[in-house]
């Protein structure tokens, strides 16, 4: 809708320049928005500001001469005002949202569907929780925003690679394999300590019991040390499809998973290490190498090789990330949890010391989860074994609650997940009130069919009957979807879908509970089916992007 309004300016600017009132070395770039308040139009622009200085004119004139060059447009623009520091508002006829309406209905699963991606490849990796035990509701958060904000991007026009990247190497594999053998030996028999910073979790048990049912006693006459290579790699698999399964249970797929332990067998990071070294990005102090990460905008340099001779996390992320952008990537999507705030800083040092652009790299911080049952917040600790596993959060409320529940806030905002709200099947529980709102439009077609309405030409009807201020209000909350689309894209704010569709969802119902669809007047029945068409249209295509089932009863 915007695009169009923009045309229009830039046709009326040019024929200003064509008759030599405005002298002007090219059309800036300006900006067509939404005003906050109806009372100030449809749309506004700010291209009058923008132009004044170059015209060397006051805007309120340039805004006249605009103005006076927008003729042959009374089909789409009703009215034009001037207002405040020189914005010029526009309201537009109903006409234009009549016809724009009938094009969503035309576009069905399309609408929405953007090039301003221009197939630009994008990267958005997001989980990539250490497979170190099951996943909880706060990697499920994690899961579902970077799905639904892949969902955006594909839909902006984006060329968009999921991957999940796997932390399998480090002292924290080792803690996990040593705490499956040791619950394996306790097992057998054997009276051993389990050590403090061990993974406590029944999972682990499970672990070991299967191990036990596999290879018996064996391991008990190995030393820990040549044991401990299997204890690391069995639980790590074992854990890492259980992580898998409850993904594909949710509805997230990745494109690749990707695993930090091929970084070091195929010497990605010795090399990128030593690339740095070579642009004397690295120096050597006690021992130990460190990243000139002060230079390039942290707050002080970090440590990349320790004195042990052992890598950090970040010379593997350093890695990783030019490993990225050379398989072609033109912007790389982090989503972490919250905890990695301090990390952000060292990541973009080390994203501008390899030569890339840092605006090229985002990260999205998703906040923690807490979730209430009876009123109470349980607990969540992944090391304790003090954790409500997603598996089982989607089998009390089912993936559809799950995955809208957790995208009701932005992702730097805590969220308190309430199961029993999320259970019930009322306008209380904000994802049946979605989706019911769906069903409630099915149900309205089949009650068309019964009435021997199929037949009707709903692409051709007189949609000028629609003259309800509700109708006119729900018509231009459906046009806005593709500008929600881009706003998203843009911003990386996926959140903004579950409050558009509420909004959008709550007019209707209201809307539905005050006036009949379905009529004796046929062409008022028409007409309102082409609304609640495309309305319908809209719900689906915003629940196909969170991923949420789009029921036709309930």
């Not at 009938?102 to 990539?128: C, H, M, P, W």
């Not at 999320?422 to 049946?432: G, L, T």
């Amino acid at each position: 809708m915007k695009e169009i309004l923009q045309d229009i300016l830039k046709s009326a600017l040019n024929k200003t320049i064509n008759s030599g009132e405005l002298s002007i070395p090219k059309i800036p770039s300006f900006a067509v928005e939404k005003p906050r308040e109806e009372k100030f139009g449809d749309f506004y622009t700010n291209i009058a500001m923008v132009v004044a200085p170059q015209a060397s004119k006051k805007p309120r004139d340039v805004a006249n001469l605009i103005i006076n060059n927008l003729n042959g447009y009374s089909n789409i623009i009703s009215k034009v005002e001037i207002a405040g520091p020189c914005f010029i508002n526009f309201f537009m006829t109903q006409d234009f949202w009549l016809e724009a309406l009938r094009e969503v209905i035309k576009k069905g699963d399309e609408y929405g569907s953007l090039t301003i991606g221009a197939n630009e490849k994008i990267q958005v990796e997001f989980v990539s929780a250490n497979p170190t035990g099951p996943l909880h509701v706060g990697h499920g958060r994690g899961a579902v925003i970077g799905d639904v904000l892949a969902n955006i991007l594909k839909k902006a026009g984006y060329d968009v690679l999921r991957e999940y990247y796997i932390n399998d190497v480090g002292l924290q594999m080792e803690t996990l394999g040593r705490s499956t053998l040791i619950r394996y030996k306790q097992s057998l028999g054997e009276q051993i300590e389990f050590p403090q910073n061990g993974y406590k979790g029944d999972y682990i048990n499970d672990i070991a019991k299967d191990i036990i049912l596999k290879k018996g006693k064996h391991f008990l006459q190995v030393p820990e040390k040549e044991a401990l290579p299997f204890f690391i790699e069995f639980t790590a698999d074992v854990i890492l499809d259980g992580i898998k399964k409850d993904l594909e249970d949710f509805g997230v797929r990745f494109d690749r998973w990707y695993s930090e332990k091929t970084l070091h067998e195929r010497g990605m990071v010795d090399k990128v290490i030593g690339w740095l070294k070579g642009k004397d990005f690295i120096y050597e102090k006690d021992d130990a190498l460190w990243l000139k990460a002060s230079a390039f905008g942290d707050e002080k340099d970090r440590v990349v090789r320790r004195g042990t001779g052992y890598y950090t996390y970040l010379a593997s992320d350093i890695a990783y990330h030019k490993e990225k952008y050379e398989r072609g990537f033109k912007k790389v999507i982090n989503i972490w949890g919250a905890d990695h705030h301090g990390y952000v800083p060292r990541m973009r040092s080390a994203i501008k010391a390899l030569g890339f652009d840092e605006k090229s790299f985002s990260v999205l911080l998703v906040q923690l989860v807490n979730l209430k049952k009876g009123g109470q917040i349980l607990s969540m600790s992944t090391r304790s074994g003090e954790f409500t596993e997603l598996s089982q959060v989607i089998k009390d409320v089912g993936k559809d609650a799950t995955r809208f529940f957790c995208m009701m806030r932005s992702s730097d905002s805590h969220l308190d997940f309430d199961l029993d709200l999320a259970k019930k099947q009322s306008s209380e529980n904000p994802v049946y009130y979605v989706q019911y709102a769906h069903a409630r439009i099915r149900s309205i077609f089949r009650q068309a069919e019964e009435n021997k309405l199929q037949d009707l030409r709903l692409e051709t009807c007189n949609l000028k009957l629609l003259k309800l201020t509700e109708e006119l209000s729900i018509i231009k909350k459906i046009l806005a979807f593709p500008e929600l689309i881009e706003k998203m894209a843009l911003s990386l704010e996926p959140h903004l879908i579950t409050h558009y569709l509420l909004d959008l969802c709550g007019e209707f119902h209201s809307y539905y509970k005050k006036h009949r669809i379905i009529s004796d007047d046929k062409d008022l029945t028409n007409a309102r089916l082409m609304l609640i068409k495309a309305l319908g249209v809209v719900i689906k295509n915003s629940l196909d992007i969170l991923g949420v089932a789009a029921p036709e009863e309930m």
